[in-house]
């Protein structure tokens, strides 16, 4: 029985608490003989609320399982994104399609200035505080494609130093 709880205290603590968040659900028919059948289509983010995020998009005839879908492969292409103090190092923009993001540090207290899908990655991520505007197209699937494009872009602080042979204090003066 002390074995057991052992266990179970080891698989209580490994890995982090991630969180889910639903970005969009699409129900699409497709008429037959019989009438119409519906099957449903799911895009997740997935974020540790640390700087890991991942996107998923899965496609089921039950929304609950395309839900599950998109949220096993939002845990499988989870990426890393620098955050200092609850905001992004630098200003940083990305395209994808006809979706444009521009994402913008901000001082503390100003919280996450986004629309509804740049702002559940932004959650997701542990950002606090973001200034973001999307311009151009505002499909769901794209916005998330250019977002996760802008946050792939930024460079961290220690990285553009070791890059230039000089140490934070150096940088930043």
């Known amino acids: 029985m002390d074995h057991n709880n052992r266990k179970n205290n080891r698989s209580e603590h490994s890995g982090p608490e991630l969180v889910e968040k639903l970005v969009r659900l699409n129900r699409t028919a497709k008429v037959v003989k019989g009438g119409r059948r519906f099957s449903f289509s799911a895009l997740t983010v997935v974020g540790d609320r640390n700087g890991s995020i991942g996107f ?26 620098p955050l200092k103090n609850g905001t992004i190092p630098h200003e940083i923009s990305a395209k994808f399609k006809g979706s444009y993001v521009l994402l913008r540090p901000a001082c503390g207290g100003t919280g996450i200035i986004a629309g509804g899908t740049v702002r559940a990655i932004l959650e997701a991520a542990g950002a606090t505080d973001v200034l973001s505007k999307s ?3 505002n499909s769901a699937v794209n916005l998330v494609r250019a977002t996760f494009d ?16 000089k140490t934070l204090g150096e940088l930043w003066g």
């Open 150 to 165: 802008a946050t792939a872009k930024l460079m961290d602080a220690k990285k553009i130093a070791k890059g230039r042979n």
């Open 135 to 137: 311009l151009g197209s």
């Open 56 to 81: 998923g998009f899965g496609k089921a005839n039950d929304a609950s399982e395309a839900i599950k879908k998109s949220i096993e492969k939002a845990k499988t292409s989870m990426v890393k994104i």
